[in-house]
């Protein structure tokens, strides 16, 4: 059996990007920053060496986010926070460089999480194929994940990557702009799920004690949830359809479904967050 890698390009262009620059003082008050991309790329070549070497993999797919998101159709403030980071000097260069040396994949309006969460889902008997980040949302994907900062590897049940994302649509996360119930992180969610059941009943319980309607819930599942490849028309390059709880009547999909509409198919509208000051975003 062939083993892929569905590596997180973003995670390697951002981290090899900051690990070339380098502040320099060349007066008492003049400093310059600078980055040295062969740098990058050697850090780049080592990583890729290391992932194979860790795995036993003979290929690998390199993931980058397109500019735009369709889960900012749904939630404009999904990721805005992030729009005042500075960006690593050398990052735009880097993400040129693997596209020209290795190749990479972009679908419209998705990121690269959801990119290699369709692809780890498109399984197929003769490969294995094992997702490589450091992003812990993959805990919510049915997959192999490779997590290269703990240098663990986790073996993703379909049970405990639905109970993952339910924890996930309660505890919120901030850094990504969907702040779920207010007074539960992550240790109570779980607990809650524990208690109660993994199921979306126990969700919209928690959100109605909280005053919270199921909308706000469901669309806080939308911007946790990563796209797998049932909801994914390859061919087209669009979204076929959003995640719905298998508990929802038909009544309740036809409710939903309009809020889903504005997502799926076609979409050309510019969903792009402002960038972070990049130096040479002009150049």
């Known amino acids: 059996m062939k083993t892929i890698l569905l590596i997180d390009a973003d995670v390697l262009a951002y981290q090899s990007a900051f690990t070339a620059q380098a502040n320099v003082q060349w007066e008492e008050d003049l400093w310059t920053v600078h980055s040295d991309l062969a740098i990058a790329k050697t850090w780049i070549i080592e990583r890729l060496d290391m992932f194979k070497q860790k795995t036993g993999a003979e290929e690998f797919i390199l993931a980058i986010s397109d500019k735009n998101n369709f889960r900012r159709k749904l939630n404009p403030m999904y ?156 061919v087209n390059k669009q979204l076929k359809y959003l995640w719905m709880p298998a508990e929802f009547s038909n009544e309740q999909k036809a409710k939903y479904s309009p809020m889903i509409q504005q997502v799926t198919g076609k979409l050309d509208e510019d969903l792009a967050r402002p960038k972070p000051f990049d130096p040479l975003g002009d150049i």
């Open 79 to 234: 990721k805005a926070n992030r729009r005042s980071k500075f960006a690593p000097i050398g990052l735009s260069p880097i993400r040129d460089w693997m596209a020209e040396e290795y190749g990479t994949v972009i679908y419209p309006n998705l990121e690269a999480d959801d990119v290699l969460a369709i692809l780890a889902t498109d399984l197929t008997p003769d490969q294995k194929r094992i997702i490589v980040s450091i992003d812990k949302d993959f805990k919510s994907v049915p997959c192999t994940f490779y997590d290269f900062n703990r240098d663990e590897i986790h073996d993703v049940s379909v049970e405990d990557a639905n109970k993952y994302h339910l924890m996930q649509t309660m505890a919120g996360d901030p850094v990504d702009g969907y702040k779920g119930i207010p007074g539960v992180g992550v240790v109570k969610a779980n607990r809650l799920l524990d208690n109660n059941g993994a199921t979306w009943d126990t969700v919209v319980r928690a959100y109605s004690d909280a005053e919270l309607s199921e909308q706000e819930a469901l669309t806080n599942a939308w911007m946790a949830y990563l796209i797998q490849h049932k909801e994914y028309d390859p």
